[in-house]
């Protein structure tokens, strides 16, 4: 799909574009709301990369890996922001467990602890400092090679590694903060 | 292999998702308009070297001056 829908895209193709963006947008949506940690900048963010990418369309080259250039793009969006957003105290995200998490109804066949393990794992995610966060969503959640995360993050492809032991570790310890703290009520 | 982590699917609400499509398909293949900065860099550099020009043909007319007294 990818292939094909990126040489549309490159000839102007607008149903190209909206196949693009009907598949990548949950994607970048929740990347975006899980580094921002706020579902409202995330949405801004998704329409300041999706039309960076309708912009850039016809320059795109002929090999360009789609979700490494949207998470690219959506990064650099969202580290402009922070730039800006540093300026303005009032806009600065209070850190807080109770952060509003991405959510979804448990499925039919969900069982409850597998629910409570999701918010549990929602949760944890958005309490890592942002460097961790980035790498653990690139590599972990959306499936990017470490040499493809690397080149998005500007560091080397060990060091991305790197980043990432350190992540799950962090995750991990995250975890089992917020079990501890669930037990105590 | 990397372990993946399940997450939370999540989506943009229909009306954002329509207002972002509407948005982008205005633009597809139009290049960002330049800034002011873009324009007025190059015409600055331009004067700055035709300023520059004018000087060192004066000093060359001068030296020349001189040098033939």
Known sequence: ?185 | MTERLIVTEVDLDAAATERIRRRAAMVIGTPEPSTATERLVPLGAFLFAVCYLVWAAERAQLFIFMVST
Do not use: C
């Open chain 1, 1 to 185: 799909m990818e292939q094909d829908a990126l040489e549309r895209l490159r000839a102007g193709d607008p149903t190209a574009f909206d196949a693009i963006y009907t598949h990548f947008r949950p994607r970048v949506y929740g990347f975006l709301w899980r580094l921002a940690r706020d579902p409202e900048v995330a949405r801004d963010l998704v329409q300041d990369t999706f039309v960076a990418l309708a912009r850039n369309a016809r320059r795109l080259e002929p090999d360009t890996h789609l979700a490494a250039w949207l998470f690219t793009v959506a990064r650099n969006a969202w580290r402009s922001h922070r730039r800006w957003a540093m300026l303005d105290a009032g806009r600065l995200v209070v850190l807080d467990d109770d952060l509003a998490i991405p959510t979804q109804a448990r499925a039919p066949d969900e069982s409850v602890d597998a629910a409570r393990h999701r918010e549990r794992l929602e949760r944890a995610i958005l309490a890592l400092p942002e460097a961790a966060r980035e790498v653990l969503l690139l590599v972990a959640v959306e499936g990017l090679s470490h040499e493809e995360a690397a080149k998005i993050l500007g560091v080397t492809p060990e060091a991305t590694r790197q980043r990432l032991r350190r992540a799950r570790g962090e995750l991990s310890h995250q975890i089992e903060r917020l079990e501890k703290k669930e037990k105590r009520r």
